[in-house]
């Protein structure tokens, strides 16, 4: 039997089968059956251990002895808490600026902490530079196609439990990595033709800038508060991913993001970071009937489901600081 749905402790993978909650609240406002894939409740509170997980196993077989992987926190999270579980050491570099929160949690999984540069771009640097060590090995937070093998398992499990396709699925995109593990489970499983509504924030808003311009753009500088979705330049992959799926990209502001969030912690009890709310904002601030409205996707879903990526990087005054940043409380 596939461990992934047996959710037992000795598992072959680090990840843990997510349950997919059907949303009265959210179903209410998007006037469809909205389904909730709780990625927050990951062992690393996030999608990225299914990828990591697997990828920090494929290089654990391989006799790596050191692990490095830079970081906007969830990757970071999910890589320390693979090599934790493999007995291999660690060590994460994020941008400075990376939350209290998430530093501690690393340094609880056993992991060396570095920080460094503004975005997450420089740390990529910095831990491509370590990774030239002997025996230390690079884990790609997105780029990689052992990370897009790892995400498709989220796919299969929807398959599983809806049996047959909903009318849409909801992402968040950073460096693209959910987006091209999304699609190559959606063509596994024969669901190559659900429409995969693909977010950012305004200010990390690379996919989208590569979609308009029909090649990989950099972006100058990230300025969104969702700090997760802070890459400034996708995978080549998720661009291609474009030309075999039907693949929405939409932006949505930081307020929209984040105000969203207020909402999913007042209707579902769950409290998730901004990247995650940039998904959710497409219920939330009504962009999902503007898409049916606009004939972009079917007037009729048979149900939308929503990732709801991670939530590491906030805690309850955190969202207070935002709302007060954007002007919100
Ligand atoms: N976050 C990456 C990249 O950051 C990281 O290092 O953790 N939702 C959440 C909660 C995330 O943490 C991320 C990625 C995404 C969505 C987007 O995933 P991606 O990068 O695979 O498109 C700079």
Not at 22 to 42: D, H, I, P
Not at 274 to 286: E, R
Request: proline residues 4%.
């Amino acid at each position: 039997m596939d461990s992934s749905l047996t959710g037992c402790a000795r598992a072959e993978h680090f990840h843990a089968a997510t349950p997919l909650l059907e949303s009265w609240a959210l179903s209410q406002v998007a006037g469809t059956t909205v389904f909730l894939k709780c990625e927050n409740v990951q062992p690393a509170g996030s999608f990225k251990i299914r990828g990591i997980g697997h990828f920090c196993q494929e290089m654990a077989k391989k006799g790596c002895r050191h692990l490095v992987c830079s970081s906007g926190g969830n990757a970071g999270i999910a890589a320390a808490y693979a090599a934790r579980k493999l007995g291999i050491p660690a060590t994460i570099v994020l941008p400075e600026g990376t939350s209290l929160q998430v530093v501690r949690r690393l340094q609880g999984e056993g992991a060396e902490v570095q920080l460094t540069g503004k975005v997450w771009d420089e740390a990529s640097l910095k831990a491509q530079e370590l990774a030239t060590r002997a025996g230390w090995v690079n884990v790609p937070p997105f780029d990689h196609p052992l990370i897009w093998e790892g995400h498709a398992s989220l796919v299969r499990e929807l398959k599983a439990a809806l049996g047959t396709p909903p009318g849409a699925l909801v992402l968040a995109v950073g460096g693209g990595g959910l987006l091209a593990g999304v699609s190559a489970g959606l063509a596994e499983v024969g669901w190559q033709h659900v429409p995969i509504i693909a977010v950012e924030t305004q200010g990390a808003h690379c996919f989208n800038a590569a979609v308009k311009a029909g090649r990989l753009v950099t972006l100058p500088d990230i300025t969104s508060v969702a700090k997760s979705l802070g890459a400034k330049t996708v995978a080549a992959r998720a661009l291609a991913c474009t030309q075999e799926l039907e693949i929405i990209s939409e932006v949505v502001e930081d307020v929209q993001a984040v105000s969203a969030v207020q909402q999913f912690l007042d209707d579902e009890r769950m409290l998730v970071e901004p990247a995650c709310g940039a998904a959710l904002a497409v219920i939330y601030s009504g962009l999902l009937g503007r898409l049916q409205a606009e004939g972009r996707l079917r007037p009729s879903l048979a149900s939308v489901v929503v990732i709801v990526c991670g939530g590491n990087s906030i805690d309850g005054g955190g969202l207070q600081a935002l709302k007060a940043r954007l002007g919100q409380s």
